[in-house]
């Protein structure tokens, strides 16, 4: 079984500037995708960004990207130049590719951006 | 619609009784997930529909839990006798395809607050 650790609760940053939300995960597979979701206080999850285990480069979206290291499972998220809008509940998700590619996730992260 | 719909939006139940969460996905969409979400957690799978067919359900916590999608669209999660630790958010998504791939995205619904008193 597969497991997603997010071991920060909560997490504050100043506005333009730039935060790492960490993430770390458990498993025997080889080929899986890691994802970032964000859930604003209204409460419906939007992906931020998705990354395949068996490429090597870090995915990247406008400001967000992420530090892939696949031999140490670690899974982080940076968020530059952060914005109001960005305050919500971060949580790093799990998936093995297949015929049922349910979503294993973390406990969440609430980043609050402070103006 | 554009998006995953789903109703109520907020259900109050009094310990014991039935209720049904329901879930519109995008149109189209073949795969439908339910998850739970406790206060304060991440989201747990439920189980997973492809069409009608319910192919996981290994996350349903008890069998008062139950999932129908009689026609590969519309889905109902049921709960029946419902306990105080069933409180959560029922969170339903949807995606496109039968099988995982790097462009199949979960869109997820705002979900169903049940609290039980």
């Known amino acids: 079984a597969q497991t997603v650790t997010q071991s920060q609760p909560e997490m504050s940053v100043q506005e333009a500037e730039t935060v790492t939300l960490s993430c770390t995960y458990d498993t025997s597979e080889n080929n899986y995708y890691l994802f970032w979701y964000k859930q604003p206080p209204s409460r419906q999850m939007i992906l931020v960004i998705r990354q395949e285990a068996y490429k090597q480069q870090n995915a990247t979206e406008n400001r967000f990207s992420v530090n892939f290291q696949k031999a140490a499972k670690s899974f982080s998220l940076k968020i530059s130049d952060s914005q109001l809008g960005d305050t919500a509940m971060y949580f790093c998700?799990?998936?093995?590719?297949?015929?049922?590619?349910?979503?294993?996730f973390g406990k969440g992260i609430t980043l609050s951006v402070r103006p | 619609g554009a998006g995953v719909s789903q109703s109520p939006r907020y259900k109050v139940a009094k310990r014991g009784q039935d209720v049904a969460l329901r879930c519109d996905p995008i149109?189209?969409?073949?795969?439908l997930f339910w998850y739970q979400q406790a206060l304060g957690q991440g989201p747990e799978f439920l189980t997973y529909f492809q069409n009608e067919a319910q192919l996981d359900k290994s996350g349903l916590p008890s069998d008062r839990f139950f999932a129908e999608r009689p026609e590969g669209s519309v889905s109902t999660l049921k709960i029946q006798r419902t306990q105080q630790e069933d409180s959560a958010v029922y969170l339903c998504?949807?995606?496109?395809?039968?099988?995982?791939?790097?462009?199949?995205?979960?869109?997820f619904g705002p979900g169903t607050r049940l609290t039980v008193l």
């Open positions: 998700a799990f998936m093995k590719p297949g015929a049922n590619s349910k979503l294993t």
């Open positions: 998504a949807s995606s496109t395809k039968k099988y995982a791939g790097v462009t199949d995205t979960q869109y």
């Open positions: 149109s189209g969409h073949v795969s």
